[in-house]
């Protein structure tokens, strides 16, 4: 049970963060937004807020610098008259000042030849297409025996729609840049994202320079959710802003601005038919996904991958379509794909355990694999049945009625809900150094990014596991992208991936300093017998991307099972999620205290799925009308009464050095299952429709 690193300099705030960061001379942005959802800029008069004292520059389309690579619509800011949603920046103030830039963005004004936005995903909508890959490249479609007559000719049949809105990922500290361009013509940002390696790639073919003369500074990261993962247009307005006045230029994007312009879950429909014997063994499964993008760039969210992933049926079929909207671009939010699919997924379980008569618990231990049902591989390791039955027995579930609707205590309603969680153990090429220091520590660089997670305290514990000293001696550098190449943190790749690269590095340096080869096992202390370190230091590199190119073939998921008591009120038919447990199976845990914290934290967004978040759109004016946590809803301390999180012993050969899976999303997977099952329980009512709110519930009570 290991404490951050970094926790003492992030309570007495010393940790520096984007902002935070001093620079001579500074300035600040500020961005106007489209206030049309579909149309052209005809013009943007910039007098009043050029008259403003202490305004520096406006750009907008008419005068905005040429960018080199605008492949990515998203970031080709003020490169075109079109505007293709509502909130998409259309203009920007630079001042002396954060004030004067705000007063300065709301004189400039913009004409535009506005027409009638498209904003409202159907199933029937007729521009549906299937995309040509879902994210981030798993195939379209899939098809397995005869669905259609399968289903048709199964004993129990579940027919049933489900829709989920569109989400907002809201990380506590939004989207913010500090661009300096220096004398010799090179970029550094002071950036809040999720990978600086990335961004560093992705802002030098904008600005046409080569990657080494960008430098992206991000080691104290507030937060993310997979709306950090890639470089949004704040980062490139801040960079033209400070160009174009020859100043180091600050963008923080004020959380209003966020709902358009930083990324959001895209809503889904989804139709979900399971077939199944009278034992509720599953013979069919189809799995239809209706979903949006816009018009600006594609994203199609990979929803109905975790249904390839977990029960057994010989007869299979997913399908995803997806509209061309005039509404931002849906991006990645905590465990995209999974979290809406597995929604669905085990909602519908829910309703074949209560068809067949069946223990919902033992209807997903019947239809049990070890193998992944479409790709046919065995699964490296699948523990599932495990955290069910753990949490079967942690959870009581043995005292549940089967019977809906028959607890009372008073006006409340009380039910019990349980569902799976899955999510794939992803791994990427990532490159790290070691280096033994004269004084007897060790200083391990890759340039990985702390989000939140506790990833920094997590390579430093492999750190020191593989060089065999204390964690006091390790002193571990990240997010800066003038250090080895790391991936993103997302897709919960960080640890297994910047961890392998650490441990190979760490292996090679202590090879070297005990004069054997490269890798090798080494026997005394790095710093002890022959394994002198010079006065310069001795230091070591590894990259891992041979090593992960010659990995067997294996399924590779972490599983779990989430268990919830909700109490339902009978007279405002409010919900309250008294208790809920995850009981998961992710190989080696690294910190049991932060992993803790990246479960519960993933559950907690789960109860916000559930019964809270929603992003409304306005057809009429296209626009998100809920635009700041005033009107987004998220669970605060008390909606999250009695919530814990455990996980099973698994040792699993074929993963990484360290036999560990990610885990910073499978703690959202199947959590609003879960309680919109222990809603029915409670209530004999089911909602299919996200979120589950008292007016949902009232007119049926």
């Not at 995209?336 to 597995?342: R, S």
Request: charged content about 25%; some cysteine.
């Amino acid at each position: 049970m290991t404490d951050r690193l970094e926790s003492r300099d992030k309570v007495t705030g010393q940790a520096r963060y984007a902002f935070e960061y001093p620079a001579e001379n500074v300035a600040y942005a500020s961005a106007v937004q489209a206030s049309v959802a579909k149309g052209e800029v005809r013009s943007v008069d910039t007098e009043a807020a050029l008259r403003l004292p202490g305004v520096l520059a406006v750009l907008s389309c008419e005068n905005a610098p040429r960018l080199s690579d605008t492949s990515d619509g998203e970031l080709a800011l003020f490169q075109s008259r079109t505007v293709s949603y509502r909130g998409q920046f259309v203009a920007a103030v630079v001042g002396e000042t954060l004030e004067t830039a705000r007063e300065a963005a709301r004189l400039v004004r913009v004409e535009y030849a506005a027409e009638r936005p498209d904003v409202l995903l159907r199933a029937d909508h007729p521009g549906l297409y299937k995309p040509d890959a879902v994210n981030p490249a798993f195939p379209t479609d899939t098809e397995q025996g005869e669905p259609e007559e399968a289903f048709r000719n199964s004993a129990v049949r579940v027919d049933v729609t489900y829709t989920t809105p569109a989400e907002h990922n809201n990380p506590m500290e939004p989207h913010t840049t500090l661009a300096q361009w220096n004398d010799d013509g090179s970029l550094t940002l002071y950036d809040s994202t999720q990978g600086a390696s990335p961004v560093q790639a992705t802002i030098a073919g904008v600005f046409g320079l080569d990657p080494s003369r960008v430098r992206v500074v991000a080691p104290h990261v507030g937060g993310g959710f997979g709306s950090k993962g890639t470089p949004r247009p704040s980062v490139v307005l801040a960079a033209m802003a400070a160009r174009a006045v020859g100043r180091p230029v600050k963008f923080a994007v004020p959380r209003q601005q966020m709902f358009a312009t930083t990324g959001y879950r895209t809503p889904t429909i989804q139709r979900m038919r399971l077939g199944a014997g009278e034992d509720g063994r599953l013979n069919a499964v189809l799995h239809e996904v209706f979903e949006q993008t816009s018009t600006v760039k594609e994203f199609a969210e990979q929803t109905a991958t975790p249904t390839r992933v977990m029960y057994q049926a010989p007869h299979r079929h997913t399908s995803h379509r997806v509209v061309r909207l005039d509404v931002p671009t849906p991006s990645w939010m905590r465990a995209p794909g999974e979290t809406p699919g597995m929604y669905a997924l085990e909602s519908a379980m829910d309703e074949l355990a209560v068809a067949a008569g069946v223990d919902p618990v033992e209807l997903r231990i019947r239809n049990d694999t070890d193998r992944e049902p479409e790709s046919g591989l065995p699964f490296s390791s699948r523990n599932l049945v495990a955290c069910l039955r753990e949490g079967a027995d942690r959870f009581g579930w043995e005292g549940r009625d089967p019977a809906p609707g028959v607890r009372w205590e008073g006006r409340k309603m009380i039910g019990m809900g349980v569902a799976a969680s899955t999510y794939p153990a992803y791994m990427r090429p990532n490159q790290a150094t070691a280096r033994a220091e004269p004084d007897g520590t060790f200083t391990v660089r890759i340039a990985a990014a702390d989000i939140g997670t506790g990833a920094r305290t997590a390579l430093g514990l492999i750190a020191a596991e593989t060089l065999k000293t204390d964690l006091g001696r390790v002193s571990v550098e990240i997010g800066d992208s003038s250090l080895p190449q790391a991936t993103v943190a997302g897709g919960s790749a960080g640890t297994a991936s910047w961890g392998t690269a650490v441990v190979r590095a760490c292996e090679a340096l202590r090879g070297r300093l005990n004069g054997a080869v490269a890798g090798g096992s080494g026997g005394s202390s790095p710093h002890t017998g022959n394994g002198e370190v010079p006065p310069e230091g001795l230091e070591a590199s590894a990259d891992t991307t041979d090593e992960l190119k010659a990995r067997d073939e294996y399924a590779r998921h972490a599983f779990g099972a989430q268990f919830a008591e909700v109490e339902v009120d009978a007279d405002t038919g409010e919900v309250r999620v008294r208790r809920m447990l995850g009981v998961f199976a992710a190989g080696r845990i690294i910190n049991p205290k932060t992993a803790r914290s990246q479960f519960i934290g993933g559950m907690t967004m789960g109860i916000g799925m559930a019964l809270m978040e929603e992003s409304v759109m306005d057809a009429e004016f296209g626009d998100h009308l809920n635009r700041d946590l005033a009107q987004y809803h998220v669970p605060a301390c008390a909606d999250v009464r009695g919530i814990d999180a455990a996980w099973v012993e698994e040792s699993d050969p074929h993963l990484n050095p360290m036999g560990s899976k990610g885990i910073g999303e499978i703690g959202i997977v199947g959590a609003a299952a879960a309680i919109g099952n222990a809603v029915h329980h409670a209530t004999r009512i089911r909602v299919r429709d996200l979120p589950i709110t008292p007016a949902k519930l009232l007119q049926r009570l």
